[in-house]
């Protein structure tokens, strides 16, 4: 929890902030390019650490619904 608090999400936070930042109506087509390849490469990295973040709480919500269902 402290990792999360202190160093993960304050960095996604400015991340997110900073991409949000770009005008992008303001842009050419290059820095529209770079722009979108600095968007994907956050989804990317992101995606792992989505899921490593999780994984502690998907076997609970997996037998939550196996017995709600079953």
């Given at each position: 929890?402290?990792?999360?608090?202190?160093?993960?999400?304050?960095?996604?936070?400015?991340?997110?902030?900073?991409?949000?930042a770009?005008?992008?109506?303001?842009?050419?087509?290059?820095?529209?390019?770079?722009?979108?390849g600095?968007?994907l490469?956050r989804?990317?990295e992101?995606?792992?650490?989505h899921?490593?973040l999780h994984?502690?709480?998907?076997?609970?919500?997996?037998r939550?619904?196996?017995?709600?269902?079953?």
């Amino acid at each position: 929890m402290r990792d999360w608090e202190e160093i993960i999400r304050p960095r996604l936070v400015a991340q997110t902030v900073r991409l949000q930042a770009v005008d992008v109506d303001a842009i050419g087509d290059d820095e529209l390019e770079r722009h979108i390849g600095a968007l994907l490469d956050r989804l990317y990295e992101n995606l792992a650490l989505h899921f490593e973040l999780h994984g502690h709480d998907l076997g609970p919500i997996a037998r939550y619904l196996h017995a709600a269902i079953w």
